[in-house]
């Protein structure tokens, strides 16, 4: 069960791959990832390990709980105007998705309890595998800063997929419940749009990605 909760929990955050704009002042260029390269962002630790793959490594294993179930942290996003649930058939009830329009621009918030024994920064690290494994993956902005308190990593960039040249901003966060239990959690936002309407849907995700909140109650 191990082995089939981790391809679950990894499947999830290979759904999630998303959108443009940090969480400080600073405003990405979008328009220097629009255009579509013959080869992938180069690492700086080499080819990365699919996130799956990481998870089955260390003995990870997670467990899909709906962001609203939460009974000690507080995990949301907001809904811009416009935007609205979206129920789909592919995607599972645990999982919060929003979307403006019946593709595109799409924001997705998942939530896995978490078990085994890891180290929270090395697993957020890895998290930004599959955004780098994907199609003509072009790299805008990556960290691994904290966020509001715990390990977090996040990446940006543009991606192909199906023909279509997508943006995506991707965000990691390991939580840790208050408690005697020290439960632990996997959070992951990721916001995703069409690369050359990235400008025109900047305000509203930008009001998604700085009002993603992960706290404890």
């Not at 940090?22 to 220097?32: A, I, R």
């Not at 595109?104 to 690290?125: H, I, N, Q, S, Y």
């Not at 025109?200 to 992960?214: M, N, S, Y």
Request: proline residues 8%; negative net charge.
């Amino acid at each position: 069960m191990s082995r089939a909760n981790a391809a679950w929990l990894a499947a999830a955050v290979l759904l999630l791959t998303v959108l443009p704009v940090g969480c400080g002042p600073k405003n990405p260029d979008y328009q220097s990832i629009w255009t579509t390269t013959t080869s992938t962002t180069p690492t700086p630790t080499g080819t990365p390990v699919p996130f799956s793959q990481y998870l089955e490594n260390i003995g990870v294993s997670g467990e899909p709980v709906a962001p609203d179930k939460l009974s000690d942290l507080k995990v949301s996003i907001p809904t811009p105007p416009g935007w609205q649930k979206a129920d789909k058939p592919n995607i599972p009830p645990t999982t919060e998705m929003i979307a403006k329009g019946d593709k595109f621009p799409t924001a997705m918030l998942v939530v896995f309890k978490l078990r085994g024994d890891f180290d929270a920064a090395e697993l957020v690290k890895n998290g930004n595998a599959d955004a780098r494994l994907a199609e003509n993956f072009k790299e805008l902005e990556a960290s691994t800063a904290d966020f509001h308190g715990f390990p977090s990593s996040m990446i940006e960039g543009s991606y192909n997929l199906n023909s279509q040249r997508l943006h995506t901003f991707n965000r990691i966060v390991v939580a840790t419940r208050s408690g005697p239990d020290e439960d632990r959690y996997l959070v992951q936002l990721a916001v995703t749009s069409v690369a050359d309407q990235a400008v025109a849907d900047a305000v509203d995700v930008e009001a998604i990605i700085h009002g993603f909140t992960v706290a404890a109650k």
